[in-house]
């Protein structure tokens, strides 16, 4: 009898033995290894184990340059990333993927360059969570920076964040990122990543965030394409310009010079922010600081405290949006059942935006004390419920466990077309345009025109050049004279 109940006694010391390492969390050492587990499809992707795959990952995308399109990742458990307790020159995670887009004057010519290198797959972080992680990114001053690095001296779009730059194709889901989590560096700072052109899925973030420099936001930094959604920040935030809970920066990749990337108009669809925010600087809002070009955003609210420093209150705030480039972004972008918190102190702001903005279509102003109501619940649709444990001071949560979309209907315009192709001459547009660039394939911008129907290809030399039109629409178009 004693022999039986011993053996019994040990297989079940074995099974919860088992069910315990399952399911405790990794803890990372610093250190860098190879997954061993998986093959990269999506019916069996390569499985994150342990910190140290995670950072070998960062390691071969920035040192091989290699973006992983169309390879599926999933992480099996939770991570501690022991920022507390390694050392200096361990302890900082680095991004995955780096957006290095920039321009230098080269013989008296301001040129284009992009030394970007994007995460195109498929990170799964299946519902786990990330805690302890501390990212610093300074171009200047960081501790993993090389001599060449350091030497540009200028700023980047595509600093720090668990991943640095998520290209077109890549995809960021369920992932959560602990309030023990800090993102520090000089610009470009967010908690999931820095810039983004893919899809960030049912990821929530309660993770500190401080930038000295421009551009620093709780969930992306700059945003210039593919979609967020189902995602939430719960975290502080703290910068000098261009703040936003939600994007500090809303653009597409023409806006700000860079082509070569096939992208749509960005879309953010059931996501809140409910946290603080101190602005040092200036344009800030509780969702976004600067929008350069039309966007979606649907079924979200924000609640989000703005406040200054010693020096006062940050300038050209507002409740909203800390500005639109132009007024026609605001014109064609598309809001509806967005809700904005109007009782929370959002510095000296006196309109959803600082242009002076009282109302925006699609956009409601609300109390703090509607937003927790059972009513304004289901004003945000299937995808919000009651926050019944009061974990975010009774404003609605996410529901867990969503569905994955097979795909969100991109956002889309009146669209144009060039003819003939390809261009001889005259290139003639189906409308007219407001404005028309004309950019060199590296980025360059050739040419500028408005008002117009068509435009002169004459001075150009036959190649490949990418039309911007009303910085809305890109098309690629071959001269051939």
Same mark, same amino acid.
């Given at each position: ?38 093959? @990269? ?49 361990? &302890? ?34 299946? #519902? ?40 077109? #194709? ?41 930038? &000295? ?112 480039? &132009? ?33 925006? &279509? ?18 945000? @649709? ?45 290139? #003639? ?31 150009? #030399? ?20």
């Amino acid at each position: 009898m004693n022999k039986l109940l011993t053996f019994l006694f040990l297989i079940v010391l074995s099974f919860t033995s088992g069910l315990f390492a399952q399911n405790s969390s990794s803890i990372w050492t610093g250190e860098a290894s190879k997954w061993s587990n998986g093959n @990269g499809t999506k019916e069996n992707p390569y499985l994150i184990e342990t910190p140290e795959n995670l950072a070998y990952l960062s390691k071969i995308v920035l040192s091989e340059k290699k973006t992983f399109k169309g390879v599926y990742f999933k992480q099996t458990k939770d991570f501690d990333m022991n920022a507390s307790t390694l050392p200096e020159d361990k &302890k900082s995670f680095r991004p995955i993927g780096v957006f290095d887009a920039y321009q230098k004057t080269v013989n008296d010519k301001t040129q284009s360059f992009d030394e970007s290198i994007p995460f195109d797959g498929v990170y799964d972080g299946d #519902n786990h969570t990330i805690s302890n992680l501390y990212v610093f990114y300074d171009n200047e001053d960081n501790p993993y920076a090389s001599k060449e690095e350091k030497a540009k001296k200028i700023l980047t779009i595509g600093g720090g964040g668990l991943f640095g730059f998520i290209g077109p #194709n890549g995809s960021l889901l369920n992932l959560k990122l602990s309030e023990n989590c800090t993102f520090v560096g000089g610009g470009s700072i967010a908690s999931l990543a820095s810039c983004s052109m893919g899809r960030i899925f049912n990821c929530h973030s309660a993770a500190s965030v401080s930038a &000295k420099d421009i551009f620093s936001a709780g969930i992306v930094s700059t945003i210039l394409g593919g979609s967020i959604e189902h995602c939430s920040f719960t975290g502080n935030l703290i910068g000098t310009m261009t703040m936003g809970a939600i994007c500090a920066y809303v653009d597409i990749p023409e806006g700000i010079n860079v082509t070569g990337y096939e992208t749509t108009p960005p879309v953010i669809i059931n996501t809140f922010a409910h946290g603080q925010m101190i602005c040092k600087g200036s344009f800030a809002g509780q969702a976004f600081g600067f929008v350069g070009s039309p966007f979606t955003m649907k079924n979200s609210y924000v609640s989000v405290s703005i406040s200054g420093d010693s020096n006062g209150d940050p300038m050209f705030t507002g409740r909203f949006i800390g500005t639109f480039d &132009k007024p026609i972004y605001k014109d064609k972008s598309e809001f509806d059942h967005v809700y904005v918190d109007k009782t929370v102190t959002v510095a000296s702001a006196e309109a959803l935006t600082s242009d002076g903005d009282k109302a925006i &279509k699609g956009v409601v102003e609300l109390s703090s004390q509607d937003m927790k109501t059972d009513d304004f619940v289901t004003k945000l @649709g299937n995808a919000f419920v009651k926050d019944s444990s009061n974990k975010n001071d009774g404003f609605p949560i996410l529901a867990e466990n969503p569905k994955e979309p097979e795909g969100l209907a991109p956002i889309t315009f009146d669209q144009f077309i060039i003819t003939p192709m390809p261009v001889r001459d005259i290139a #003639n547009l189906n409308k007219e345009a407001e404005k028309i660039q004309i950019y060199s394939i590296e980025g360059r911008l050739l040419m500028t025109s408005s008002n117009t129907s068509s435009f002169d290809t004459s001075s150009l #030399n036959d190649g490949i050049y990418v039309v911007l039109i009303n910085r809305t629409q890109s098309i690629k178009i071959s001269v051939q004279h």
